[in-house]
């Protein structure tokens, strides 16, 4: 029987590799279908994609009381997977009904694509709400497993259609065949047959109503810069900006997405259990930060030279989105944790609130930016994303045992890490400059990760070995390599 501790590394782990093989699948696909579509084809694209998330952000949402009740009856998955329906049959309604108004915006493809998106909301709906119980239950394999699948679909039909079709349409059939799978997993993973009742609707509503209003929020305030920048400076802007924010989240959100899955199951089973969550809530910052810091950072000074070589020297332009973007969605990554310590006390009119202030003022920043072009839009979309971070440290504060700037200092070792491996980093490009001059190689790449990738972890270790081995994320990494080497040691034996 795993401890809590085990079942959240255990499934912490499954996630990761699940990301880390979702994520060398993800750079794949960008790196061949940006070759075969053209920056109008990824504008297009964007829009589709940002609505199809709004469809699953929702209806992830609605099942997330599952968690959070103290005892879950069949009666409660039943009205769970109600809601679902109900709420999908709204969506199909809405963007079919939504087509005459997005005729106007003078896009014919917007328009063609409504129907698709009608179809699209019921099928996002059908999924399994007994699925959400093994995240309940600290069980994550499943949840990678369908992570894993569903891209994979995705990533085969997106190359092929786009090696043969040479348009939107490609990834817009790719999208739809993911969520496709991903039904079909949960349903065979755990398999229910549903009955339509809203008997359970006072759990639901009472958790969800605010759940989904400050999601709705969160959601419109992160992709409101891509959907103003694509209105008033046109498609290529917007695909330019979808390119570099889409690699930005295959190596920060797309990755750690499923890790994320384990935080707020992880605090409420803490918060059931013991009187330890604001403990594990500082833990759990420390350790994004640890990771994401250095992926982010990383990422970004090896843009260019990954843009160059695998999309082409027409995407070199939307390296400066990733300079810009790549470290505050790093620090933005916090939002999670936050996220699930509201949701874990129960008080989520207070997340609505603060999500929706912050998307007036993303909207209001992006409208000022826009005015003086694609890299005024840029720089507004940066600050916009530092307005989500001082927001998210005014709600962290309730949360934590210090003050405003706590969940930053927790990863104080990983802020001076990033620092020295930037430092190395740059020294290194400095080094190889009249290589750069004449080509990009993945050699070149190789060696300056390799060079941040060992200043990072030996500055990162020093620091904790140097101020005494404190209990944080550092020890629970040498627990579980210890562990894993007994394993194997006993294997062996």
Same mark, same amino acid.
């Given at each position: 029987?795993?401890?809590?501790?085990?079942?959240?590394?255990?499934?912490?782990?499954?996630?990761?590799?699940?990301?880390?093989?979702?994520?060398?699948?993800?750079?794949?696909?960008?790196?061949?279908?940006?070759?075969?579509?053209?920056?109008?084809?990824?504008?297009?694209?964007?829009?589709?994609?940002?609505?199809?998330?709004?469809?699953?952000?929702?209806?992830?949402?609605?099942?997330?009381?599952?968690?959070?009740?103290?005892?879950?009856?069949?009666?409660?998955?039943?009205?769970?997977?109600?809601?679902?329906?109900?709420?999908?049959?709204?969506?199909?309604?809405?963007?079919?009904?939504?087509?005459?108004?997005?005729?106007?915006?003078?896009?014919?493809?917007?328009?063609?694509?409504?129907?698709?998106?009608?179809?699209?909301?019921?099928?996002?709906?059908?999924?399994?709400?007994?699925?959400?119980?093994?995240?309940?239950? %600290?069980?994550?394999?499943?949840?990678? &497993?369908? !992570?894993?699948?569903?891209?994979?679909?995705?990533?085969? #039909? /997106? =190359?092929? +259609?786009?090696?043969?079709?040479?348009?939107?349409?490609?990834?817009?059939?790719?999208?739809?065949?993911?969520?496709?799978?991903?039904?079909?997993?949960?349903?065979?993973?755990?398999?229910?047959?549903?009955?339509?009742?809203?008997?359970?609707?006072?759990?639901?509503?009472?958790?969800?109503?605010?759940?989904?209003?400050?999601?709705?929020?969160?959601?419109?305030?992160?992709?409101?810069?891509?959907?103003?920048?694509?209105?008033?400076?046109?498609?290529?802007?917007?695909?330019?900006?979808?390119?570099?924010?889409?690699?930005?989240?295959?190596?920060?959100?797309?990755?750690?997405?499923?890790?994320?899955?384990?935080?707020?199951?992880?605090?409420?089973? %803490?918060?059931?259990?013991?009187?330890? &969550?604001? !403990?594990?809530?500082?833990?759990?910052?420390?350790?994004? #930060? /640890? =990771?994401? +810091?250095?992926?982010?950072?990383?990422?970004?000074?090896?843009?260019?030279?990954?843009?160059?070589?695998?999309?082409?020297?027409?995407?070199?332009?939307?390296?400066?989105?990733?300079?810009?973007?790549?470290?505050?969605?790093?620090?933005?990554?916090?939002?999670?944790?936050?996220?699930?310590?509201?949701?874990?006390?129960?008080?989520?009119?207070?997340?609505?609130?603060?999500?929706?202030?912050?998307?007036?003022?993303?909207?209001?920043?992006?409208?000022?930016?826009?005015?003086?072009?694609?890299?005024?839009?840029?720089?507004?979309?940066?600050?916009?994303?530092?307005?989500?971070?001082?927001?998210?440290?005014?709600?962290?504060?309730?949360?934590?045992?210090?003050?405003?700037?706590?969940?930053?200092?927790?990863?104080?070792?990983?802020?001076?890490?990033?620092?020295?491996? /930037?430092?190395?980093?740059?020294?290194?490009?400095?080094?190889?400059?009249?290589?750069?001059?004449?080509?990009?190689?993945?050699?070149?790449?190789?060696?300056?990760?390799?060079?941040?990738?060992?200043?990072?972890?030996?500055?990162?270790?020093?620091?904790?070995?140097?101020?005494?081995?404190?209990?944080?994320?550092?020890?629970?990494?040498?627990?579980?390599?210890?562990?894993?080497?007994?394993?194997?040691?006993?294997?062996?034996?």
């Amino acid at each position: 029987m795993l401890t809590r501790r085990s079942a959240l590394a255990v499934g912490a782990a499954t996630l990761l590799a699940s990301g880390v093989f979702r994520q060398s699948l993800g750079l794949l696909t960008i790196a061949i279908t940006a070759r075969l579509l053209t920056p109008e084809d990824f504008g297009i694209i964007a829009y589709f994609l940002i609505a199809t998330a709004l469809l699953e952000m929702f209806q992830r949402q609605i099942g997330m009381v599952l968690i959070r009740l103290d005892n879950v009856t069949p009666e409660h998955l039943h009205t769970v997977f109600s809601f679902q329906i109900i709420f999908g049959l709204m969506a199909a309604i809405l963007f079919w009904a939504a087509q005459p108004l997005v005729a106007l915006l003078g896009i014919p493809a917007l328009t063609d694509m409504m129907p698709v998106l009608s179809a699209m909301s019921l099928v996002v709906a059908i999924k399994s709400p007994r699925f959400l119980l093994f995240e309940r239950g %600290l069980r994550f394999g499943f949840a990678a &497993g369908e !992570e894993t699948l569903s891209r994979l679909v995705y990533a085969i #039909l /997106a =190359i092929t +259609l786009s090696w043969y079709w040479r348009d939107y349409w490609a990834i817009v059939v790719a999208t739809f065949a993911g969520q496709v799978m991903r039904g079909v997993w949960t349903f065979s993973i755990a398999p229910m047959l549903p009955r339509l009742t809203l008997s359970q609707w006072r759990d639901s509503l009472s958790f969800s109503s605010w759940t989904i209003g400050a999601q709705f929020a969160q959601f419109m305030s992160a992709n409101a810069p891509q959907l103003i920048i694509g209105a008033t400076l046109g498609l290529a802007d917007a695909g330019l900006f979808r390119i570099g924010t889409r690699l930005v989240n295959v190596v920060t959100h797309q990755l750690f997405t499923p890790i994320l899955r384990v935080v707020y199951p992880g605090l409420a089973d %803490l918060s059931r259990k013991t009187d330890q &969550g604001r !403990e594990g809530f500082r833990k759990i910052n420390a350790g994004f #930060l /640890a =990771i994401l +810091l250095p992926f982010s950072v990383g990422f970004a000074l090896v843009s260019v030279d990954v843009i160059w070589m695998f999309l082409g020297f027409k995407w070199v332009a939307a390296a400066p989105v990733i300079w810009v973007l790549a470290p505050l969605y790093a620090l933005n990554a916090l939002q999670a944790s936050v996220r699930s310590a509201v949701y874990v006390e129960g008080s989520t009119s207070l997340l609505f609130y603060r999500n929706t202030i912050l998307l007036v003022v993303v909207c209001l920043v992006m409208w000022i930016g826009v005015q003086y072009g694609f890299y005024g839009a840029l720089i507004a979309a940066g600050l916009a994303n530092l307005a989500g971070l001082i927001a998210t440290l005014i709600i962290a504060k309730r949360f934590g045992n210090g003050g405003f700037f706590e969940p930053l200092i927790v990863g104080w070792r990983s802020f001076v890490s990033c620092a020295l491996m /930037a430092l190395a980093v740059i020294a290194t490009n400095y080094a190889l400059r009249d290589v750069l001059l004449v080509t990009y190689t993945p050699g070149i790449v190789l060696l300056k990760t390799g060079v941040g990738v060992v200043v990072y972890t030996t500055t990162h270790i020093a620091l904790w070995a140097m101020t005494g081995r404190p209990n944080g994320f550092e020890t629970m990494v040498f627990s579980l390599l210890g562990k894993l080497r007994n394993h194997l040691r006993s294997r062996k034996a």
